[in-house]
């Protein structure tokens, strides 16, 4: 079976994922984004589970209105002890090493994964397993915040596939990973 793992996200002009207290509003700069088709659940289409991590897991747990995902939530925390009671049919808790969590993923038959945070985007970088990155800049400029890219031990070439233009403010770039 091909294992892919693929990241889709937004960040800010200035590379952050999330302002310091993890604030998401810069990402309404531009409201009416929300009610275009900006590729999400296309990508969706095409993986088979997402992986996520106890902060982006808190960030998701807080927004309003019904569960939007569609496909298997892993989320990976090795300090939390059990899903809260209204997540447990929705999102399964994973702990342990990133090798171990991959196997016992891939053992569920899940190998096509959505990457998702901070942390756990730069644990698979830093390991070289991102294949794919769709990044949505919005040019806001945060000054601080949570850094989409952490250290790297070796550089990662990333070849721009696509980028596509959206309001005219807005640009999102598909990379794959040169191998």
């Known amino acids: 079976m091909e294992k892919k793992n693929s990241v889709f996200i937004a960040n800010s002009l200035d590379g952050f ?5 993890d604030e998401l509003d810069w990402l309404s700069t531009f409201p009416e984004i929300d009610h275009i088709d900006t590729g999400f659940h296309d990508f969706t289409s095409g993986v088979d589970a997402i992986l996520m991590g106890r902060n982006t897991f808190k960030i ?9 995902y569609k496909k298997q939530v892993f989320v990976w925390s090795n300090s939390m002890e059990e899903m809260p009671e209204k997540f447990k049919d929705k999102a399964f808790l994973i702990s342990g090493t990133l090798d171990e969590v991959l196997n016992e993923i891939h053992g569920k038959g899940f190998y096509k994964l959505y990457i998702d945070g901070g942390k756990v985007i730069q644990t698979f970088l830093k390991e070289d397993l991102i294949d794919e990155m769709i990044i949505t800049t919005i040019p806001v400029l945060l000054g601080s915040g949570i850094p989409m890219f ?30």
């Not at 994922?17 to 207290?21: D, L, Q, R, V």
């Not at 998701?60 to 939007?68: A, H, I, L, M, Y």
Request: with cysteine; net charge positive.
């Open 17 to 21: 994922i999330a302002g310091k207290n």
């Open 60 to 68: 998701v747990e807080g927004f309003d209105g019904e569960w939007f």
């Open 150 to 179: 952490g250290d790297l031990p070796k550089q990662l070439v990333f070849e721009c596939i696509k980028s596509t233009r959206f309001l005219d403010k807005v640009v999102q770039n598909h990379f794959v990973r040169s191998r």
